[in-house]
Structures are given as structure tokens and as C-alpha cells.
């Protein structure tokens, strides 16, 4: 490659303009705000969910999502079947799966027992699928804490599907546009004053919507109550007025959320061992609050980037003049 010094420098010029003017690949500025004061929250009790999936077919209807068809209905043509994937993904944002153990005769019963389990976004307070996402395409909002994603913004590394404890974000790999999808907390209901699309199909309270503060409290209520004292549980929020009555069943005494990962505005009520539900142990900080400032600041200031095109152009320069040492000890020579 032959380039005089001066063209050499326009390159130079030109590429740390393209750098610094790529806006989209930067990210935007965010820090840990915790939760915010009023946040929108879920309570899953376990203990109550009849593995029932109505919540299932709530978030599709309130999210417009397809609904799924069973063997059943694609083979017989009967209609009206309960939604059945078989896992999340990008058009099953919520759900409901089996614990069972031996003979699996008893609900809520680590041996010889069954238990369900409501797999869907956490909205972690320090959701690590933010913090290893270089352009700040998914973002906890400061005001309602629910975790969202820009489809502007997202460059389609996956990232935050490798990064996420609980394995949610799900990418469209089929599509020309692909976009990351998960529960987004409901938040085009929520502007409504509406509740969860999940909570309201909910027929026994086991996925209660609210507050944080209100339910987290309850969530403490439940653990004071005796194994066996009847309690009286809501249905869909507290201030519903429609409660179930029914005996309390021996709760581990733990609110899973409640710290654990750094928190969650989803948080969790068991019989059985968390674990075995298939949420991870986790330490009471995610491990996202202790790299995201070092990510943060390189990526927010453009350093990797001016690093890495730093270290080209001087590999570059470093040959340039090589080329015109060579060039002037041939024209001296001839
Ligand atoms: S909050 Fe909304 S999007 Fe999330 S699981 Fe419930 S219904 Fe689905
Ligand atoms: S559960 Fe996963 S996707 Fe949801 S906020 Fe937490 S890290 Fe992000
Ligand atoms: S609707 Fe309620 S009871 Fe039925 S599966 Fe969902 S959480 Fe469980």
C-alpha cells in the first residue's frame, strides 16, 4: 500500500469523526437507583398456583402474542386448547413450570412432591442484562424500575442473554429484524392504570400485582402465619376486595427477590427449596454492580474504542513510514 503522509492523516482524521460520531453504538448514561419508591411489583406464591397456565394466556392476549396450539388441536382440530409451548421464547414471555419429585403425590413437597413455578423477567434491581449490554439497549427505567429494551439502540449482540441469571431475554433468530424479547412488566397497561395481564387472569391470587413496599409486606404476612392457619389470600391485588380463604401452607422462610442477585420487583414465595424451582442461589449483590463501572466508563467515554482505532492508525503510521524510508534509500540508491 502506497499513501503519502498527508492522505495518511485524513484517514486518520475522517475515522475519529466516524468514532466519535457514532452515536449508536454508545451507551447511554445509567446508574443503580435501586428500586424506586412505588414500584410495580409481582408476588408469585407458589404454594397457591394450581398450574392452572391462565396467567400464560393473559400475558399473550395482553401482549398480542400468539396464542400457541396443542397437539390436540393441530391433529384433531379441536379448538379452543390451553396455550402449550413448551419453554420460553420470543412469543412465550411467561411460564408456568413443574417441580416433582418420586412419586410426586404431595403439592408442595420437596420428596415424593410436586410444586409449580412462574418463569419470567425478574426486573432485577441490578439486572446484569444492563450492565454487559454495550449500547444500553435495555435500560431499568428510574421511575418504575421495569427493565425495557430499545430497539433503536440494540446492536443484536446477545449479550444480555448470556449475562442473564434467570435465562429470559430470548432473541428472534428467524427474523430479518430480530428483536429481544421478554416480559416487559406490562408497562403499556400500567401507563392505563390497568394490572398485569398475568395477575388478572390469575383465578387463585398466586401471582398478586402491587407495590413493591404492600408486597413485599404481605409476602411477610404469609411467612407469620402459622402451617395450617387459615389465611385469607387475595386475588389479583390486594385492594381487589376478592380474597380466598384457605390454610398456610409451611413456607420456606425466605422472599426470594428480596435481596437476592441485588433484588427483584419480582419476588417469590416456595414450600420447596428455591433451587429445585430453578431459581439460582444468588449473593446478595449481582455480579453485574461490581464490573459495570469499569464496562461503563469504557465503553460510555468511547476509550475502547478510541484505544483500539488509536492502536491501528499507530500500526498503520509505523508502515507508512516504513514505505517512505524504503521508497527514499531506492531513489538514492538509483
Ligand atoms: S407482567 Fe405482563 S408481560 Fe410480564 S408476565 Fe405478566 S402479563 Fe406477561
Ligand atoms: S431477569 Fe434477566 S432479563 Fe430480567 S432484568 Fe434480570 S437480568 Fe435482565
Ligand atoms: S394463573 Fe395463577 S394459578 Fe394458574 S398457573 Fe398461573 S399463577 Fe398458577
Redesign the pocket.
Known sequence: MNIERRDFFKILSIGALTAAGSKSVQARDWQYTGRPPKAPALLYDSTLCIGCKACEVGCKKANGLDLDHSDLEKTFGVSNTWDCADDLDTNSWLKIKLYKNGDASVKDRETDGFAFMRSA????VE????SVCPTSA?LKDPETGI?SWDVDACCGCRY?QV????A??KFEYEKAFPKIE?CFLCEHRLAEGQITGCSEACPTGATLFGEYETILAEAKRRLAVKEGDTYDYPVHTLESGVTKPRPAAKYINHVYGEKDGGG?QYIVLSAVPFSKLGLPKLPEHSSSSKSEALQHGLYQGLIAPIVLFGGLAAAAFRNVRQEEKEERRAQDEA
Not at 423477567?121 to 432485577?124: A, L, R, V, Y
Not at 449475562?163 to 434467570?166: E, L, S
Open positions: 423477567c425478574m426486573h432485577c439486572p446484569d442484562c444492563q435495555l427493565v444480555c449475562a442473564c441469571p434467570f429470559i431475554p421478554k427483584t
